[in-house]
């Protein structure tokens, strides 16, 4: 009698779990990190998440490791998914970039665990190539498209570094702000000292700097 009860257990265990599938685990991965951060992606969280046991996690997937690069890969893909807009070269290019901006905050979770295990490239690799398109279709090839990419996406990774980072971790004594609250240099006009102890617009700013970088690389159509 209790060899048929753990029979009849075995066989809707066997059941509930026959539909699962490696996107399944995949999907569930990326919902951990977008909540919770990379530090929210253990095995057996995501276990817990989709109801099974951790080693169903290792026959679909495999190690932790392997779960990462598939949350990386897939969200990279999804990024390449979005066309860019705009009625020339230079609008284009530049909401490519502003799409590169938007998505790394919008899934910083996720921006932050490409950055720890060096998958960044990877996570942009489609919106990469979609300024690379945009960029031969302006006539902006070879080592001219090369330095044009390199230039916007570094022009976009400083902005994204200081929009991503740990306020927290910053204190008010040895904040950028409080620092120029204490020069007192007449070389420097008092004005600019005023507006240097306050916050600058990021978003704002970032618009102005990386179309300025595009207008520089990107002929006018």
């Known amino acids: 009698m209790a060899q048929a009860r753990v029979s009849d257990g075995s066989r809707r265990t066997s059941s509930r779990h026959a539909g699962l599938e490696r996107d399944d685990v995949v999907e569930a991965a990326l919902r951990l990190v977008d909540r919770g951060g990379p530090e929210a992606l253990t095995m057996r969280r995501l276990a817990r998440e989709l109801g099974v046991a951790t080693t169903t996690i290792y026959w679909h997937v495999g190690s932790r490791d392997?779960?990462?690069?598939?949350?990386?890969?897939?969200?990279g893909e999804r990024l390449g998914q979005q066309a860019a807009s705009g009625d020339t070269a230079r609008q284009r290019v530049m909401s490519?970039?502003?799409?590169l901006w938007d998505e790394a905050l919008a899934h910083r979770g996720i921006t932050k665990l490409a950055?720890?295990?060096g998958e960044t490239s990877v996570l942009n690799k489609h919106l990469e190539v979609a300024m690379a398109r945009e960029l031969t279709?302006?006539?902006?090839?070879g080592e001219e498209a090369r330095d044009a990419l390199r230039a916007i996406l570094?022009?976009?990774?400083?902005?994204?570094v200081l929009a991503l980072r740990d306020e927290r971790a910053i204190t008010p004594e040895r904040s950028r702000t409080a620092v120029w609250s204490e020069v007192e240099d007449p070389d420097v006009d008092p004005s600019t000292r005023l507006a240097l102890t306050t916050q600058v617009d990021l978003p704002a700013l970032f618009e102005r700097t990386v179309q300025t970088v595009v207008d520089t690389h990107v002929p006018e159509d």
């Open 66 to 75: 392997d779960v990462v690069d598939a949350v990386i890969r897939r969200h």
């Open 96 to 99: 490519v970039a502003r799409h």
């Open 115 to 117: 950055e720890l295990h």
């Open 137 to 141: 279709a302006a006539g902006v090839v």
């Open 154 to 160: 570094i022009c976009v990774g400083g902005f994204l």
